[in-house]
T-cell receptor, first 117, second 113 residues
């Protein structure tokens, strides 16, 4: 069975600090997808990134960057120069390929990020 | 950008009542899902739906729950007899092929009193 662990439940930083969110996953499949979602206080789930298991290239998008390391089953997320608007809960999720039609996402427990001015 | 639309945004219901949560997935998507998030907890998979039938369901999705795609656009989740522990945020999601464009709606907060 697949599992996603986000060991950090809450991180508090001061604006402009960098913050790194850890995500460790377990899966028996060799082909899978990893996701990060942001959940602001308003409650919706905002898609940030999807990465497939064959693409271990790190990615940068503006102030966001992701470090995928298959050897350690980790898909970490860094916010550079954090801003108050980054305050939210961030979820890492995993989807296996080859399951039943319409692959479900398995979410981690989330990390609450609080950015103070 | 295409959106998944959920209505209502908030519903309060009495224990034992039936509720129907509604979703309009993105129009060219073929796979539909319901997820649940109890306050302060993680998001949990309930059910996936493809080709007019349930393709997978979790142990949470018991006989009290049902899903339907009554027409070409709506996707509904019915809870037959609500319990206090059904209070949660319910998210609908859709994807084109099971992975790409995995988009969530803004959720329906269900409160059972």
């Amino acid at each position: 069975a697949q599992k996603v662990t986000q060991a950090q439940t809450e991180i508090s930083v001061v604006e402009k600090e960098d913050v790194t969110l850890d995500c460790v996953y377990e899966t028996r499949d060799t082909t899978y997808y990893l996701f990060w979602y942001k959940q602001p206080p308003s409650g919706e789930l905002v898609f940030l990134i999807r990465r497939n298991s064959f693409d271990e290239q790190n990615e940068i998008s503006g102030r966001y960057s992701w470090n995928f390391q298959k050897s350690t089953s980790s898909f970490n997320f860094t916010i550079t120069a954090s801003q108050v608007v980054d305050s939210a809960v961030y979820f890492c999720a995993l989807s296996e390929v080859g399951g039943a039609a319409g692959n479900k996402l398995t979410f981690g427990g989330g990390t609450r990020v609080l950015v103070k001015p | 950008e295409p959106e998944v639309t959920q209505t209502p945004s908030h519903q309060v219901t009495q224990m034992g009542q039936e509720v129907i949560l509604r979703c309009v997935p993105i129009s060219n998507h073929l796979y539909f899902y319901w997820y649940r998030q109890i306050l302060g907890q993680k998001v949990e998979f309930l059910v996936s739906f493809y080709n007019n039938e349930i393709s997978e369901k979790s142990e949470i999705f018991d006989d009290q729950f049902s899903v339907e795609r009554p027409d070409g656009s709506n996707f509904t989740l019915k809870i037959r007899s609500t319990k206090l522990e059904d209070s949660a945020m319910y998210f609908c999601a859709s994807t084109r092929d099971g992975f790409y464009g995995y988009t969530f709606g803004s959720g329906t907060r269900l409160t059972v009193v």
